[in-house]
């Protein structure tokens, strides 16, 4: 199974910040990678796909980058909506696996 | 509108069994892979199992194998999930996402995840 790591598992950053979140693939995934928002209790939202595509309707202050084992999200400013736990995903081949999350908090 | 809602949770005995179904609206069901997606409480999102457009190819996370059965009706745009011999770590919001697969020139490309069900509660406790 590919193993999902990303890091870190959890940030502190201010309104205006510039984030970056990293997903590394235990093995060569290509561009089969997607980006999820979540909220509490909320349904996951879609961000990125095939890496670097944009979800319609994400503000474009979101961006996906990378190709087979290191996939990178950033957050260009960070806006008080944004602050949530953020997951990757492979699809490259089954099972498919996500990444641990990453929490990102008010500082 | 595009929409997927999923029924059948509750509580349930360690052991016993439980189904879940999908309801798929606002577009053509039959044309779409169908997954489940679980997160138990606190925890980070767990893929369990697929089912092709036309119901010939599933696969499983090992979690799970053996014990849960995808399967849809494509007459009915209704996706499900039988869980069998469950347990108390299978306690989760159990989701329903859709996925458009197409190959272009032999590449295949994955349109998944951009729709999620509202989830559904299952909870494993005697």
């Known amino acids: 199974d590919i193993q999902m790591t990303q890091s870190p598992s959890a940030m502190s950053a201010s309104v205006g910040d510039r984030v970056t979140i990293t997903c590394r693939a235990s093995q060569g995934i290509s561009n089969y990678l997607v980006w999820f928002q979540q909220k509490p209790g909320k349904v996951p939202r879609r961000l990125t796909y095939a890496a670097s595509s944009l979800q319609s309707g994400v503000p474009s202050r979101f961006s996906g980058s990378g190709s087979g084992t290191e996939f990178t999200l950033t957050i260009s400013s960070l806006q008080p909506e944004d602050f949530a736990t953020y997951y990757c995903?492979?699809?490259?081949?089954?099972?498919?696996?996500f990444g641990q999350g990453t929490k990102v908090e008010i500082k | 509108q595009v929409q997927l809602v999923e029924s059948g949770g509750g509580v349930v005995q360690p052991g016993r069994s439980l189904r879940l179904s999908c309801a798929a609206s606002?577009?053509?069901?039959?044309?779409?892979?169908m997954h489940w997606v679980r997160q138990a409480p606190g925890k980070g999102l767990e893929w369990v199992t697929i089912i092709s457009f036309d119901g010939s190819n599933k696969y499983y996370a090992d979690s799970v194998k053996g014990r849960f059965t995808i399967s849809r009706d494509n007459s009915e745009n209704t996706l499900y999930l039988q869980m069998n011999s469950l347990r108390a770590e299978d306690t989760a919001v159990y989701y329903c996402?859709?996925?458009?697969?197409?190959?272009?020139?032999?590449?295949?490309?994955?349109?998944?995840?951009?729709?999620w069900g509202q989830g559904t509660t299952v909870t494993v406790s005697s």
């Open positions: 995903l492979q699809q490259n081949s089954y099972p498919w696996t």
């Open positions: 606002g577009f053509t069901f039959s044309r779409y892979s």
């Open positions: 996402a859709r996925e458009l697969v197409s190959t272009i020139f032999g590449v295949v490309s994955r349109d998944a995840f951009d729709i």
